[in-house]
């Protein structure tokens, strides 16, 4: 099976979601890659240096610059002429870009997988992930989003692919792309964080949730992630949101602060190795998946512990 | 803008009647699914705030809001539930049997055939299966301009704007009208419905369809051989202070 890839990059570094992908697809077959964007010929150098990487398909063109679905779609769908599967990470790109493509092929996606069990075989999470499917498809060709942390990461470097030019497909005329506000963090990014630290609404106002999570953040060397109750009141920009329908994580350590633990926070950080919760209430349900709780005030036990962890450093 | 132009903004907001966010999913026991029998099931969170964005439009060029349900005759509850809200009507496409997202997005993109809406709000997720795929899908089907994960809408006769929440933060992006919008959960705060609404959304009217009325091949693609239940993590210990937090976390070596 040839499997086309879609390389995530800010425009000139390779994001660690595209590695984890390359991963799930090397369970189905030949890896190729496609880089679209402006100006990313470094971008295809370093995807060429990925490990067992055959070719990279570079559609270097203004067009593609903000990967633009509408833009985006007919470029994948020319290409997977000659391709078995389509194969994105589950980033709000890949989760934008890879529906639209499985309409135009008339194949239904396979949404987030967290393992390939067979040519046609996938298991996914559904409902906040209480539940785990296997499903298999009947489609000739795959459109498959994968969910990172469930695949060890290739290694960056090692390879040699191969690069190639692809003609561009051209503005499709629907969309423009206007502005954004990318929060520049000089924190870990949450998908690849080794630590995380999030806060919830029992931090009280953004003045608290910094004062308190973002010392201990540093004690630790972690991210910082919220609830949904954090950023909804506003004292955490949405990027930070950890569950269901935020970042889905599974650092080597999740410190929950103020979190009481709903399903659909817990979705997105149960698969976290240790997970440490504190919290005032006993019974929050956040402590029946904690490996170490701490039942307190967090405004008197957050920092004390930032003082203590840092003076042991 | 003209009132020829108005009376052709019309929204169609999609509508999918899943598990309560509330209730706690149980896999059956022979690992078939989920089981649905006798919990509460409600309008997917994020469709309810698709249908509160079409009526907070109104004020705003849109005229007409017809929401939209495909699955079992008790969705008709959650068409109940957008008129009640404030949707003119509804279309209810009668199928007991589970549809693929694919197959829903061609249903739907043979209503917007019928209907030529100027914008169609659906969720960005439906909390049951989770696909995040339907918006994209009737989007590509049409040949028009998706803004997913949308935390503001602006319309004017010719686009939508739409900021949307992508990864590192947020981008805006503007796309040609007609267009698909998904929502993210911060675009707005659904209201809920009164009870004199509740009463008028009853004879508001509802047409009922099948997808044979569509002509749509919806024969799914994807068989779910099982379904289980995820590993279980146990709950650990409670320390008692935060000297023997530290104690712990310096014994497992978690220190920067
Ligand atoms: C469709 C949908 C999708 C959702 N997606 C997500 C998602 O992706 N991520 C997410 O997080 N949520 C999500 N939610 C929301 C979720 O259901 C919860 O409402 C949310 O996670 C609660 O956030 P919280 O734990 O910060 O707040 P709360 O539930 O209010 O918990 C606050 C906790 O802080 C504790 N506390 C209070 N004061 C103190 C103190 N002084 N010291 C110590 N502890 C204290 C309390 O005991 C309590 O346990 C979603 C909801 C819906 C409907
Ligand atoms: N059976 C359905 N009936 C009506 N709308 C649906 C249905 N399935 C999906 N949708 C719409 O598509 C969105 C995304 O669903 P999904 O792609 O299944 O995650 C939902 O939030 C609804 O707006």
Redesign the interface.
Known sequence: MKTLVWVEHDGSVVKDSTLSTVAAAAKLGEVHLLVAGQGVDGVAQAAARIAGVGKVHVADDAVYA?A???NV?PLVVELMGHHDAFVAPS???G??????????L???????ILSVEGPD?FTR???????????????KKLVITVRGTAFEKVAAEGGSGTIEAVTSTGDQ???????????KNARPELTSAK?IVSGGRALGSAEKFHELIDPLAD???AGVGAS?AA??AGYA???YQVG??G?IVAP??YVAVGISGA??HLAGM?DSK???AINKD?DAPI??????????DLFK?VP??TE??GA?? | MTKERDRRMKVIVPVKRV?D?NV??R?KADGT??DLANVKMSMNPFDEIAVEEAIRLKDKGVTEIVAVSIGEAKSQETLRTALAMGADRAILVVSEEKL???AV?KILAKICAEEQPSLVICG??A???????????????L????G??A?KVELTAETA?VT?????????????LP?VVTT???LNEPRYASLPNIMKAKSKPMAQKTPADYGVDVA???????????GK?S?????A???E??M???A?G???
């Open positions: 903000h633009l679905a509408e779609a980033t709000t790109t989760k934008n870009i890879a529906p639209r493509v499985a309409a135009l008339d194949v239904m996606q396979i949404s987030d075989t999470p559904i409902y906040a992930g209480n539940a785990i499917a296997t499903v298999q498809t009947s489609d005329g629907l969309s423009s792309f206007e502005g954004s506000e990318i929060a630590v004690a630790l060397g949904r950023v909804d920009p949405n990027d269901q329908t970042k080597e350590v399903i659909q149960k240790t997970i440490i006993a402590f029946q998946v904690a490996d170490l709780g701490l039942v307190g036990v004390e512990l203590k962890l042991g450093a | 598990l966010y706690k999913p896999v699914g989920v693929e997202p694919l997005a960005k997720q909390i049951d299966d989770d696909n995040n795929q339907t918006g994209q899908m009737l989007a590509g089907l040949g028009w301009g998706q997913t994960f935390s704007t949307r929440e992508v990864d590192g933060g947020a981008e805006t992006d503007s796309f040609k267009a993210d959960l911060r799914p693609r994807i068989k779910t051989l099982k379904v289980v239940e995820p993590r709950a650990g210990v409670k320390v202070d935060v000297d937090l530290v712990k976390l310096s497992m978690i220190k920067k």
